[in-house]
C-alpha cells in the first residue's frame, strides 16, 4: 500500500467537498429515481416503510424515498451533503431526517425496515474492525426481518469490468481524471482523482477494501444477518461475470 496515503482520507471534509461535482453531477442526481424503483422491488418495500439511507450523500435516494412516502433518516459524516439534501427537501416540501453522524456509530432509532448503503460507501476504513462495526450497527438499526442492501464494487467486478488503471473527463472546462489500482494481494483498491481547473491541481487521494461477493456475505454474517442474497446490480441480475457491481441484500 502506498504510505503517503493518509489513512484517514474518508474523514476528510476537503475530500467529500472537493470531489463534489464530480461525484454528482446532475445525471447521476437524476439517476437516483431508476435506481429507488429497483431498490423499492428488489426490498419489496411496502409503502410507508421506515428506511435508514446510511452515508446518503446529497440526499438523491433520500429525497426520491420520501417523495414516494417513506419514512426516511439519512445519515452522512458530511455537513456540506447534509445542507445540499436538505434544501432540496425543503423545496420540495418533503420532510426528511437528516443526522451528521460516522456511520460506525449512528444506530436507528426506532428501528428501520430496511437500512441502504449505496453506491460504494462501504469499505473505508483502514481497520477491518471499523468495516465491520458498520455492518454491526446497520444490523443494531433494523427490525427482525428488517433488510440491509450494500451496493458496492467488488474484486470480482473490478476484474471484469475495470479494464483501465486511468481514464479522464471534461466537465465545463475542468478536467477530472482517475487512477484505479489493485494493491495489497488485491485486498484493497487504491486510487487517486486529480482534478485541474483555472485554479491549478488538486489530488484526492484513496485507499479501500475490496470485497469478493463471498467475503461480504460472510462479513454480513458475523454481523449476525441470518440470510444473504447476492445480485449483480439494483435489478436483481445474477452476481454473475456480467455483474457490474454487487449488491448484497442481508436480512436480521
Ligand atoms: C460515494 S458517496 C455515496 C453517497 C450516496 N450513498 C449516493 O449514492 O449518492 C459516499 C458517502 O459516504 C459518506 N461517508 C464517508 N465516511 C463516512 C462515515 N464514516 N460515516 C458516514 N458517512 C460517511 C461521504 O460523506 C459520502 O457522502
Redo the contacts with the bound molecule.
Sequence with gaps: MNKHIDPDW??SDEF?EGLSYF??PPE??AR?TA?VDMIELLLTLTPGSRIL?????????AIELARRGHDVVG????AR?LEMAGAQAHTAGLAVELVQ??????RCVPPADAV??????FG??DDQEDNQR?LCQAHASLRPGGVLLV?TRSSETFSTHVDSERTWQERDGVLYLEERLIVDDWRRTQGRWIIVDGDGRREYPYVSWLYSGAALADMMKKAGFCSVSLYGDLSGAPYDRKARNLVAVAVK
Excluded: I, K
Excluded at 445519515?75 to 458530511?78: H, K, N
Design positions: 474518508a474523514d467529500w461525484m454528482f447521476r442526481m437516483a435506481e439511507d446510511l452515508c446518503c450523500g446529497p440526499g438523491r435516494h445519515v452522512d459524516r458530511t451533503y453522524a460516522d456511520a460506525r456509530d449512528f441502504l448503503n449505496l453506491w460504494t460507501s473505508y476504513f458498520v451496493q
